[in-house]
């Protein structure tokens, strides 16, 4: 019965590829091709994760990045033991969303005395937010800061869905009488 030879099932061909890997023999180059679908594959990889992190930097600038950042910082009980900078970003977000920096200042100690009295330090970002949005009377300048952070999402995916349908609809086939 004649099988398939590989070099898997047979020893003598996998000498002989392993000898011959990217080697003259008889004046014939030999060159062992297995990885170029492999490599073929990472080089495009690589080209669509460049393309896609462009496309992300065009879409959103900077600054509103940074304020999600401040927020994420600020929101997330699961990042305050790292951040070693609070009081920066407190101030960012207070001259951002126009809050009273003296009142945030004085509530900070609070909100985080709550954390650690109510055991929510494993809380999730959207869960620690909904329950400042809650307690907004206790903590109304980090009530507003939660509301926010917890309606960017839903406007940045409105607008992008608005544009995506405009894009669709104004298209240059469809402007043009046909």
């Not at 600054?63 to 033991?81: E, H, Q, R, S, Y």
């Not at 009273?100 to 869960?127: I, Y």
Request: charged share 25%.
């Amino acid at each position: 019965m004649i099988g398939v030879v590989d070099a898997q099932t047979s020893p003598q061909l996998a000498g002989l590829l392993h000898m011959a890997r990217d080697q003259p023999y008889r004046d014939i180059v030999l060159t062992d091709n297995r990885d170029q679908p492999r490599d073929a594959f990472m080089r495009q990889r690589a080209a669509f994760l460049q393309a896609l992190v462009a496309e992300i930097d065009g879409r959103f600038p900077t600054d509103a990045l940074d304020a999600i950042t401040a927020l994420d910082l600020i929101l997330n009980p699961k990042k305050w033991g790292r951040e070693h900078d609070v009081q920066r970003h407190l101030t960012y977000l207070a001259e951002a969303f126009g809050l009273d920096r003296v009142l945030m200042a004085q509530e900070w100690p609070m909100v985080k005395n709550r954390l650690h009295q109510h055991n929510l330090e494993g809380t999730k970002f959207s869960e620690f937010a909904k329950n400042l949005v809650d307690e907004a009377d206790l903590y109304p300048v980090f009530g507003k800061l939660a509301e926010i952070a917890l309606l960017i999402p839903l406007n940045s995916a409105c607008a992008e869905r608005g544009f995506s349908a405009q894009n669709h609809i104004k298209s240059k086939g469809r402007a043009s009488i046909g």
